[in-house]
């Protein structure tokens, strides 16, 4: 049997370093309170995919959902506060 393999380099060569940034290092961190907000909101989900909701399984879902609304307008506020007045958008 042939292998069939591919002799031409790739479109966009890679580079040396593959390790990230600083700068995407910092946006990572900015975001990862949004994320961990998301994931809980997940969890809380997940638990109920084969069950039927209680009360008590509501009110974690509204809170799991309300935390990530307040933890997204509060990383979008940081990122509009970080713009300096006259940059473009």
Request: glycine share 2%.
């Amino acid at each position: 049997m042939m292998s069939i393999v591919a002799r031409h380099t790739g479109v966009i060569p890679l580079p040396v370093d593959l390790e990230p940034t600083d700068a995407e290092l910092n946006e990572i961190e900015a975001e990862m309170d949004v994320v961990l907000a998301e994931v809980e909101l997940l969890d809380t989900l997940i638990v109920l995919l084969d069950r039927p909701a209680s009360e008590f399984d509501a009110r974690r879902i509204r809170r799991a959902h309300h935390r990530v609304l307040t933890v997204r307008r509060d990383a979008a506020n940081r990122a509009a506060s970080t713009q300096v007045s006259g940059d473009a958008a």
